[in-house]
């Protein structure tokens, strides 16, 4: 099987759909401290489609709100600026995927991986004190950490299958097998991906180093423990059955083992209802 390189794979990243231009203008609009919330408003309401998933999450039993909320502007008060551009981001981002593929990847058990690691990865943010702002970065970067695999599964089927099927018989991981069989490994695909959506460069960085344990870069620390969390309770799966040990870095970060931080995490349970919540979006 022949191996691509990353010149062949731009073509298939370039024909990947584009991050809704609504999307973009919010990250930037909500980035400043200053915006109007009737600005975030109209932005939203500019984009139907956004606008009713939006409120069917909120109107959903993970709220528990005592009256239905049928306007952005309500929902802004009752979840707030910082919720509303998550829910916005995973919109988009699911938006891009197709459902089918060859490769026999499935894709509900991705999204709930990629979601749980989301929320995992902005939560430890707010235990490390990132200010609420900064923290939304920490929740983008966990969900799009895998996505260079749906570019694996829409456009080189046969080789992606092959590197799933080999890192389970392996027991090796998944990004090693994908290497071999396909030349490039989900993590760079990925920062490709967000070169092309526009994302800052500190997103695509996150996303193509996820899986390096010795950065000095706590967005990347995040994201790789959420992502161990994450396959730990087996929240969802992307493919990948390795969870990888923490290096004394990563402990050194949170001051702690993973044990010891899952349990300050909280009730997993919860974890896992708030997936099942954004899952709505679909």
Known sequence: MTKITEEQFVVFVEQMPAFPKSVHKLMQLTANEDAATRDIVALIESDPVMTVKILKVINSAFYSLPQKITSIQRALVHIGVNT???????????????????????INQFLEHSLATAVISKKLAERMQVPLQESSDYFVAGLLHDFGKIVFAQFMPDEFKLA???????????HITELKYIGISHAHAGRMLAKKWELPASLANAIDLHHNKEGDNLLWHCVFAANQIAKTYQIGSAGNPIVAPYSPKT????????????TE??????IKAEVQQKLELK
């Open 84 to 106: 509303i551009k998550n829910l916005a981001l995973s919109i988009a981002a699911i938006g891009v995927i197709n459902s089918q593929n060859r490769a026999g990847f499935d």
């Open 164 to 174: 799933l099927e080999q890192s389970r018989v392996q027991q090796v991981d998944l």
């Open 251 to 262: 402990q050194a970060f949170f001051g702690m083992t993973m044990d010891e931080l899952v």
């Open 265 to 270: 995490l909280g009730d997993i349970a919860m």
